[in-house]
């Protein structure tokens, strides 16, 4: 009887013990399978909101060229189909990498993507779209959380090579993994000339002129006409090869301290705030008025950038000064073209320079990053599309993540 | 002990059960839980290329040009680093059993595409093929919809230098009539005689129709109105009556160059009668005694268009002294790259209406195709389009498009002014072909990683 009672509870024991390891190696694998089907829903939620944005020009069509805050979130340029983004809508979408800026004459704070000195685009907070309502439109908000780069795919590295006699400036042209070599390189060069007596406004001399770039995608282009290291001008090229589209720009100033800073102030209104730098920064005193001119150029179809004349009654020069009672300048661009708004400023006969702002996203391939950092969180699903933007090939890439609570990580 | 035993079957058939389900639940591997979508990066990758037809045009060269080369290049630079491709090639064979296709070329940057790889296939069509566009109609949604271009055989023009009438209305139909509901020739003054009456050529619509003037400063006159009462003050009494009726159907008058209503033309009535600079066939409109009476054409059509019960002889100066090198205006420019119509943005103008003309004859500009200049503290609009519109009304009635440049005229600057005021619209169709198409196959693949 005993001996039956101890085998009894010995393969009881054994029993349970069985089956509270099966148990366990049985859950292992169906959490492993539930892991799988999550992290296959996000990345496939990934893909298709990706879609989403790309293929839709939202609500209303043309929200990119307005101040109005869209109803329905699509960044597809609404004149095309497929894969083509307008470059006024992504103007419009608060940078998240840039710091903001505060321009204490209007009180209001801006987005910022600013690309090196002299190449500003400043959206004021209040026309700009955030990644709070871009979530809401897109009906995520709350369940996922995502960031959207939109990077160009050509680089056009633009670097001054020698000063003068003659300046010698060198372009280098690679894409994500190769450089483009026998590319064509359109570019138009600027120089900014000061002469005229005090308060004078600064006139400047456009140039155009295309090149190859060689086997490393590199090429090599001299201004004889530069003869002095103290010329202030700017340097734009659009490089393409068989479709594929890419932007660079170098400046070089004299006036590094005060110098313009443009800031969007109307969208609708194609209006540009022309403001002085010591109204952000406050370096002075002493300050100094600053004199301006204002020229847009646009890229053509041949690849050639053409200038646009702007009318004197849109502001197209002016002066800016520091502090109160001094208001800043107002020019208007005078078309819905994607172009780059050339600004020539004049500090004193021996001093001044020339600053650039797109006007719409792609005339200088200016990368967008909006959204969260994915940066620490759990299983980030990726996914990306090549697009074009104005014809500039940009690659967009989503990152997307769930915010639901639940462990995705196994 | 016999229980023992028992449950070590148990444990031995448990343990079975899940080694056979663990064999058969294979877990994927990481890269396919979350898998980067590649099928759709080679078809972006595609278009990308095909921007502006360069990948169009490539696949259709020989295989040893040099463009496989760059295509190559741009291939490796656009895609990202950790992605190999293969780029096929098929020319698409149409036949009676369906379609056949035949490997033309294939370019990769590697030998094996790895564990997994995915593909998009692109149709491109030769660059032979047309692309059509077909503009939205003026006037297909709501009244008008005609256009008549002044073509009349009988008369003759002035200030369209090095060309004729006929000639500037053939280039003028090939440029507007995609745009317009019904576009007519009016072949000969008579039938201009029989629009001014409401009478339709063709069955169109006269009310809203714009009219061309395509005979320059000179206007054609049907021999019906080569009589006393039209004929007062030579004919200005003409153009008072030609404002009447543009106010009365709703029309656009067209003046495409020059002075408008300086001169009317008919041959046959006319016949023995010359501008002063050997052009027979035409009259200058105005008293006689007056060297500066052409300008009371304008004047009359503007006492017509604002529907003045009295006409009153009135050659006020409306032009500058000087010729003025003018712009376009931002209007203008933007419809230019719409429309794919490149007149020069730099034009000389010295028949600008003076701006008071807009207070004087209820007049509104509805769209500035030069921007405006000052002279002496008036200014002046060289290219304009002018809407009436009496006080306290918003309906327009009449309106008059004046081209105030100097000789020669440049028949685009018509073209895109009325296609800039009316803005229709553009629906690029997709193309198709059959015997000039190649498919192409871009294959992805990823490499690194499990």
Request: proline share 5%.
């Amino acid at each position: 009887m005993t001996g039956s009672t101890i085998d009894h509870l010995v393969s009881l024991m054994v029993f349970l013990g069985a089956i509270l390891l099966f148990i366990g190696l049985f859950n292992q694998t169906i959490q492993t399978a539930i892991l799988y089907q999550r992290h296959r829903f996000i990345a496939t939620k990934c893909s298709d909101l990706l879609d989403n944005m790309l293929l839709n020009p939202g609500i209303p069509l043309y929200w990119g060229k307005s101040n109005c805050t869209p109803t329905g979130f699509g960044l597809q340029d609404p004149e095309f189909m497929q894969y083509k983004l307008s470059p006024f809508s992504l103007m419009r979408l608060r940078s998240s990498t840039g710091e903001p800026v505060y321009y204490p004459k209007t009180g209001l704070t801006y987005s910022n993507i600013t690309m090196g000195f002299g190449n500003f685009l400043l959206v004021p907070y209040t026309k700009a779209i955030n990644y709070s309502t871009a979530a809401s439109l897109l009906g995520v908000n709350g369940t996922y959380g995502f960031q959207l780069t939109i990077t160009p795919i050509i680089t056009v590295s633009i670097s001054e090579v020698q000063p003068k006699n003659p300046l010698r400036i060198s372009v280098n042209v690679t894409g994500t993994g190769f450089p483009l070599s026998n590319a064509m390189v359109s570019y138009c060069f600027l120089t900014v000339s000061l002469t005229g007596g005090e308060g004078a406004y600064p006139a400047y001399t456009m140039k155009y002129g295309n090149v190859s770039t060689d086997e490393k995608g590199s090429v090599l282009i001299e201004f004889a006409e530069v003869n002095d290291d103290k010329v202030s001008y700017a340097f734009i090229a659009y490089a393409h090869l068989s479709g594929l589209i890419g932007v660079g720009y170098h400046e070089r100033v004299t006036s590094v301290k005060q110098y313009i800073i443009p800031f969007i102030d109307d969208l609708a209104e194609r209006r540009v705030l022309i403001a002085h730098s010591y109204d952000v920064h406050y370096f002075g005193p002493p300050n100094a008025e600053l004199s301006y001119n204002a020229t847009f150029v646009l890229l053509t179809e041949d690849f050639t950038l053409r200038e646009m004349p702007m009318e004197n009654s849109t502001g197209k020069v002016g002066k800016v000064n520091y502090g109160v009672g001094n208001p800043y300048g107002v020019v208007t661009i005078p078309t819905y073209n994607p172009g780059i708004l050339v600004i020539t400023y004049r500090k004193s006969a021996v001093e001044g320079g020339v600053i650039l702002m797109p006007w719409g996203m792609s005339s200088m391939a200016f990368p967008v990053t909006f959204g969260e950092d994915p940066l620490g969180k759990e299983w980030v699903a990726t996914d990306i599309r090549q697009v074009l933007v104005n014809n500039i090939a940009y690659q967009a890439k989503l990152a997307l993540w769930s915010l639901e609570g639940y462990q995705v990580i196994g | 002990m016999m229980r023992t035993i028992e449950v070590f079957l148990v444990i031995i058939i448990i343990t079975a059960a899940f080694i056979i389900s663990s064999f058969y639940a294979v877990l994927p591997q990481p890269r396919q839980v979350s898998p980067l979508n590649l099928r759709r990066l080679a078809l972006t990758t595609l278009q990308t290329l095909d921007v502006d037809y360069d990948l169009s045009e490539t696949v259709f060269k020989p295989s040893n040009d040099t463009a496989w080369g760059e295509l190559q290049i741009v291939l490796s630079a656009c895609l990202p680093p950790n992605i190999v491709y293969n780029l096929s090639v098929y020319e698409v064979i149409s036949g009676s059993s369906g379609e056949l296709y035949k490997f033309t070329k294939s370019i990769s940057n590697v030998e094996s595409l790895g564990v997994s790889s995915d593909a998009s296939s692109y149709l491109v069509a030769s660059s032979n093929v047309t692309f059509h566009v077909t503009p939205e109609k003026i006037g297909q949604h709501g009244g008008g919809g005609t256009l008549y271009i002044l073509n009349c055989s009988d008369a003759n023009g002035w200030w369209i230098t090095g060309y004729i009438a006929q000639s500037l209305a053939e280039d003028l139909y090939k440029l507007l009539s995609p745009y317009f509901v019904k576009t007519i020739m009016v072949q000969n003054t008579e039938q201009l005689a029989q629009i001014l009456n409401n009478n339709t050529l063709q069955g169109e619509p006269v009310q809203n129709a714009v009219i061309i003037n395509t005979f320059g400063e000179a206007v054609p006159i049907p021999s019906a109105y080569c009589k006393s009462q039209f004929s007062t003050d030579n004919y200005a009494r003409y153009c008072y009556f030609l404002g009447q009726k543009v106010r009365l159907y709703n029309w656009t008058w067209v003046s495409i160059v020059g002075y408008p209503f300086y001169y009317v033309s008919n041959k046959q009535n006319f016949s023995s009668s010359q501008n002063t600079y050997g052009i027979y066939g035409m009259i200058r409109v105005g008293r006689p005694e007056h060297q500066d009476g052409g300008q009371s054409g304008i004047n009359a059509f503007l006492q017509g268009l604002d529907n003045r019960t009295q006409y009153t002889y009135d050659r006020t100066k409306l032009i500058p002294d000087k010729g003025v090198v003018v712009t376009l205006s931002r209007q203008v420019l933007e419809a230019c790259n719409y429309y794919g119509i490149y007149p020069s943005h730099n034009q000389t103008s010295t028949r600008a209406l003076k701006s008071f003309i807009l207070s004087d004859y209820n007049l509104k500009i509805g769209l500035s195709i030069f921007n405006n200049f000052t002279v002496s503290g008036t200014v002046y609009n060289p290219g304009s389009l002018y809407q009436h519109i009496f006080k306290n009304d918003n309906k327009i009635t009449g309106s008059l498009l004046a081209l105030g440049l100097t000789r020669t005229p440049d028949i685009r600057l018509t073209a895109i002014s009325l296609l800039s005021y009316y803005k229709p619209r553009l629906y690029r169709s997709e193309y198709n072909a059959t015997g000039t198409s190649r498919l192409v196959i871009l294959q992805l693949g990823q490499v690194g990683g499990i």
